[in-house]
């Protein structure tokens, strides 16, 4: 069955620092999606994205994130000058259609020290 | 009032039980119902999707959705230990790329 993968699965990072986090959506798909869920709280979503563009983000996506499709392949998050508060699994998702269910990754765990 | 209200659990069953699982939620432009199952630092796995009211069976599962009272339900019949897991439901409007989920439930199937 088709998949979404997401690397790395865990990513430790200091205060301040860059990360990238990487998907792969399933290839037929058009849609995709960054979602967050903090230990212990409820899954969140951050940003959809189609046709290379932002199609939707959430108040939590603010200056510090961005999303870019590098390639017919690859979905990024990038988040800039990470904080405390930024420590939790991010997930990517991806549907064919906006009005489809969307497929999750299994997540990258960030922890931010 | 929160968007989408479900009860966290955890809900403890025997092995062979009918399990339900509910949401409430207060948007009344939500048309799109999804249920996902979470294992522990998993990603969501969709189980489940409907459109507008109704219900809707695949094998074990039968969800239902009623828009008049804002109010849907997952139903797992003879529930087994793997499906011991958190149970998340999701929706989202029409216009909307955004699902708004649940805290989900955790159910754990015992022998």
């Known amino acids: 069955e088709p998949e979404v993968t997401q690397t790395p699965s865990h990513q430790v990072t200091q205060m301040g620092q860059e990360v990238i986090l990487r998907c792969v959506p399933i290839s037929n798909h058009l849609y995709f999606y960054w979602y967050r869920q903090i230990l212990g709280q409820k899954v969140e979503f951050l940003v959809s994205?189609?046709?290379?563009?932002?199609?939707?983000k959430s108040e939590i996506f603010d200056d510090q994130f961005s999303v870019e499709r590098p390639d017919g392949s690859n979905f990024t998050l990038k988040i800039r000058s990470t904080k405390l508060e930024d420590s939790a699994m991010y997930f990517c998702?991806?549907?064919?259609?906006?009005?489809?269910?969307?497929?999750f990754g299994s997540g990258t765990r960030l922890t931010v020290v | 009032q929160k968007e989408v209200e479900q009860d966290p659990g955890p809900l403890s069953v025997p092995e062979g039980a009918i399990v339900s699982l509910n949401c409430t939620y207060s948007?009344?432009?939500?048309?799109?119902f999804m249920w996902y199952r979470q294992y522990s630092r998993k990603g969501p796995e969709l189980l489940m999707y409907t459109y507008s009211s109704g219900n809707k069976e695949d094998g074990r599962f039968t969800a239902q959705v009623d828009k008049s009272s804002k109010y849907i339900s997952l139903f797992i019949r003879d529930s087994q230990p793997s499906d011991s897991a958190t149970y998340l439901c999701a929706m989202k409007a029409g216009t909307a790329s955004k699902l708004t989920f649940g805290t989900g439930t955790r159910l754990q199937v015992t022998l």
């Open positions: 998702a991806s549907s064919e259609a906006p009005t489809g269910g969307y497929t």
């Open positions: 948007n009344s432009a939500f048309q799109y």
């Open positions: 994205f189609y046709n290379n563009e932002i199609s939707e």
